[in-house]
């Protein structure tokens, strides 16, 4: 490592270079964009060039443009806001100490701590992914207490530029670029009963589930008797696992206290997620005059839709996985 007043070696660049080759490239683990990247490690005894430290910057910044939508400055000073500016090492630049400390400081507490921040406007929301309805009557012993809609993704692999993402690395790279997969239900068609009214709001008072790298969240709420898995996300699942519940929503109205609507996430297999949606009516019916108790059938039509946020734009581009739903 280069010290003070003394040049940065081709160690320094490397020890610099292999950490954004981590973020922007296929990385692992939590690493990893899924994006080519312009520079590369160099020889020991290589004198490095400034078309190498311009490479190197150009990578830089390319990622943390993507975690800030902020463009970063190219200066000729090592002074300025921290992580936003780098210097323009030139063809008669002594590549210093303090250059070196600004390019490794940028690397390691800029981009790579930053790696799972990711600007918003760097990314496509809404993105169509598949949807499924069922459109018969149910909710009743004799028509059925139960249906599902079950979703599968599928991330096949992507090349880009000169780098070929394999699929398992696909569907990683996704979620570490600022992916995320969201999902919504709801009931169409006249209210019938105080039953179908009931799920017509379950379904639109816990507004859409996010399902993000290491989290899940609603954008509504719960009812009392729901939960949502807020430390789970892509990271948390093992491939071949057992699903794992990320949302629960219950009834608001004492009538249909039983009826319950849950999603659970599974990955199983390297490349794939599938999300079970099941609703479940065991509201056994109630008594409503001096008859036996009533149970009313849930008429309308029952949707699930499974959308995307995928990451993109010049700077990171991952492509989004295709879609297929099945309703029972």
Request: aromatic share 6%; glycine share 10%; proline share 4%.
């Amino acid at each position: 490592m280069a010290g003070s007043g003394t040049r940065a070696t081709a160690q320094d660049y490397n020890n610099i270079q292999s950490v954004i080759a981590s973020v922007m490239g296929i990385g692992t683990g939590t690493t990893g964009y899924g994006q080519p990247i312009a520079s590369s490690p160099v020889s020991q005894s290589t004198t490095m060039t400034s078309t190498q430290w311009d490479a190197l910057r150009d990578d830089l910044s390319k990622a943390r443009i993507h975690q800030t939508n902020t463009a970063v400055s190219t200066a000729s000073t090592t002074s300025g806001s921290p992580w936003q500016t780098l210097f323009d090492v030139t063809p008669s630049t002594v590549v210093s100490e303090a250059i070196r400390f600004q390019y490794q400081d940028f690397a390691d507490n800029g981009v790579n701590a930053n790696r799972a921040t990711v600007a918003a406007a760097q990314t496509t929301p809404g993105v169509s992914l598949t949807s499924t309805t069922r459109s018969s009557n149910w909710g009743t012993t004799g028509l059925g207490t139960s249906i599902s809609h079950t979703i599968t993704l599928t991330f096949a692999g992507y090349t880009s530029g000169s780098l070929t993402v394999p699929a398992a690395d696909h569907i990683r790279c996704f979620f570490n670029a600022g992916g995320s997969i969201q999902i919504t239900g709801s009931r169409t068609g006249a209210a019938a009963t105080t039953k179908d009214t009931d799920w017509s709001n379950m379904l639109s008072g816990f507004g859409t589930l996010n399902f993000r790298a290491s989290s899940t969240n609603i954008t509504g709420s719960v009812n009392a008797g729901g939960s949502v898995g807020s430390a789970v996300g892509f990271q948390t699942l093992v491939t071949g696992a057992g699903a794992t519940n990320i949302l629960t929503q219950s009834s608001s109205v004492t009538q249909y206290a039983e009826n319950r609507y849950t999603v659970a996430v599974s990955r199983p297999t390297a490349n794939t997620l599938a999300f079970t949606v099941t609703f479940t009516d065991n509201d056994a019916g109630d008594q409503t005059g001096l008859g036996p108790p009533v149970d009313e059938p849930v008429t309308g039509s029952i949707v699930s839709s499974c959308l995307c946020t995928r990451p993109s734009g010049s700077n990171v581009d991952v492509p989004a996985p295709s879609g297929s739903a099945t309703a029972l």
